[in-house]
């Protein structure tokens, strides 16, 4: 419901949405925001809440995981090259989730979910082997011995993404049908 304006203040402003159809526009303010695209609107936030949190603590983990790797790989790649390009790989793995998370919507999480889960199967895997042949792994990677240089967060994080990920997926699927009929609090 929006009051008709006048027209010298309609003239050089028609574009700008009232103040309550821009949040039906979305958090980008229209253009790929709403729902029908993916855009943040589209089911549960999953850069709010717990989900700024692992935004957070991914973007941190995008710096540290590539800086080590550029550093390492620039300077000694001949010493451990595996355990080196593991490391970019991670940083790598780590910037699309950020992403993701930052961008939100239904294409983005699910983005996400499968990053999360190759992220989990690497640390798990990379974990297993440098525990079951450290000789394989001369240096330490981000997710050496399940992260335990990064206190165990390598292997924490994509546990708690996997978990964000599927509950605000849940209460974007309830909140759905009440955007739908107007019915919701939106």
Known sequence: MTSPRPAAETAGQAARPEPEEA???GASGGAGGGP???GP???GRIGTGPGRLLLSLYAVFTVAALSRSIVQLSTKYHEAPLAYVLSGVAGVVYAVITVALWRGGDAARRVALVSCSAELVGVVTVGVLTVVDSSAFPDAT???????GYVFLPVALPVAGLLWLRRSARQGAEAAPARRT???GA
Do not use: C, E
């Not at 981000?142 to 335990?148: E, N």
């Open 36 to 38: 029908a695209d993916g």
């Open 142 to 148: 981000v997710w050496s011995d399940f992260g335990i």
């Open 23 to 25: 949040g039906r526009a």
């Open 182 to 184: 107007g019915t919701g």
């Open 41 to 43: 609107s589209a089911g």
